[in-house]
């Protein structure tokens, strides 16, 4: 089992910055990949950036050059840094982590966060 805790979401003026933090906690030495995802209103969630174990990245088109995720593995902490922030990122953004063995996909209870134009 894996529990995952965000925080770092707010409302920020559009072109402003926010960093997005995911405290990790249980079976950490099990987690294959950690990710976030972010769901609008009346959208499905999306992928907006995921890090493997090897530290390789993969982002959204919609947030490359702008967003950065990156992990502290002596934290447990995955942060996503968020910089020239646009309405349309307005979201819940979600902390997700996958288990190498299982496969089972964790999830925390997501933050909001918010762009005004």
């Known amino acids: 089992q894996v529990q995952l805790v965000e925080s770092g979401g707010g409302l920020v003026q559009a072109g402003g910055s926010l960093r997005l933090s995911c405290a990790a906690s249980?079976?950490?030495?099990?987690?294959?990949?950690m990710g976030w995802y972010r769901q609008a209103p009346g959208k499905q969630r999306e992928l907006v950036a995921v890090?493997?174990?090897?530290?390789?990245?993969n982002y959204a088109d919609s947030v490359k050059g702008r967003f950065t995720i990156s992990r502290d593995n002596v934290k447990n902490t995955l942060y996503l840094q968020m910089n020239s922030l646009k309405p349309e990122d307005t979201a819940v953004y979600y902390c997700?982590?996958?288990?190498?063995?299982?496969?089972?996909?964790?999830w925390g209870q997501g933050t909001q966060v918010t762009v005004s134009s």
């Open positions: 997700n982590a996958v288990d190498r063995w299982s496969g089972d996909s964790y």
């Open positions: 249980g079976s950490i030495s099990s987690i294959k990949a």
């Open positions: 890090i493997t174990s090897g530290s390789n990245t």
